[in-house]
């Protein structure tokens, strides 16, 4: 069965921090590039960060550069994001997925369940 699990959202205030997780399991996690997409209420789901199978590539939406940071570890199978600096605008829910390295969330076979992330202003 296949899972992606993520964890690590929350309330916190503009300025702060959170680290999410996505725990895979149930395929080969290695064999795929994974991304972290967020949506918020009433918009469209939107890239926010992917990372190739080996992690030697990443790519950003322009408004987390620099504050935010993929990785994963395929020993793990488990995919994060580091999310510093966090501004109210960044409230969304959000979620993982596997797939080809795209920024479009079509093409990518498996999703998570999301997780809630919210920055007080």
């Known amino acids: 069965q296949v899972q992606l699990v993520e964890s690590g959202g929350g309330l916190v205030q503009a300025g702060g921090s959170l680290r999410l997780s996505c725990a895979a399991s149930g395929f080969t996690f290695s064999s795929y590039a994974m991304s972290w997409f967020r949506q918020a209420p009433g918009k469209e789901r939107e890239f926010v960060a992917r990372i190739t199978t080996n992690g030697g590539l990443t790519d950003y939406l322009d408004s987390v550069k620099g504050r935010f940071t993929i990785s994963r570890d395929n020993a793990k199978n488990t995919v994060y994001l580091q999310m510093n600096s966090l501004k109210p605008e960044d409230t969304a829910d959000y979620y993982c997925?596997?797939?080809?390295?795209?920024?479009?969330?079509?093409?990518?076979?498996?999703w998570g369940q999301g997780t809630q992330v919210t920055v007080s202003s």
């Open positions: 997925a596997a797939g080809p390295y795209s920024v479009t969330p079509s093409g990518y076979v498996y």
